[in-house]
Nanobody, 115 residues
Framework: QVQLVESGGGLVQAGGSLRLSCTASGIAFSRFFMGWYRQGPGKQRESVAVIGSGGIADYVDSVKGRFTISRDNAKNTVYLQMDSLKPEDTAVYYC?????????WGQGTQVTVSS
């Protein structure tokens, strides 16, 4: 069974920082593409950041220069370091693991940024 568990969300002021974590079980973690998605109020879910097995990362334009995705294969964990947070970053953030036919999602963690 594939399981992804997110943590690290919370309430912060604009300009603050948070680090999200997602720990995976039931997969050969080092082989998977990992990503963070988010869904804000009244919005569709969007891809925020992805990272491949070799560590190559990509980001949506709105977070470039502010967010950093990384992975620790020894801990089966992917992180999203979020700096210079803005109110428009407020959303539920979801962890994703993808490889071939596997497309797994975590339960989500709430990030709220106050103005």
């Amino acid at each position: 069974q594939v399981q992804l568990v997110e943590s690290g969300g919370g309430l912060v002021q604009a300009g603050g920082s948070l680090r999200l974590s997602c720990t995976a079980s039931g997969i050969a973690f080092s082989r998977f593409f990992m990503g963070w998605y988010r869904q804000g109020p009244g919005k569709q879910r969007e891809s925020v950041a992805v990272i491949g097995s070799g560590g190559i990362a990509d980001y949506v334009d709105s977070v470039k220069g502010r967010f950093t995705i990384s992975r620790d294969n020894a801990k089966n964990t992917v992180y999203l370091q979020m700096d210079s947070l803005k109110p428009e970053d407020t959303a539920v953030y979801y962890c994703n693991a993808r490889l071939l036919t596997v497309n797994a999602w975590g339960q989500g963690t709430q990030v709220t940024v106050s103005s």
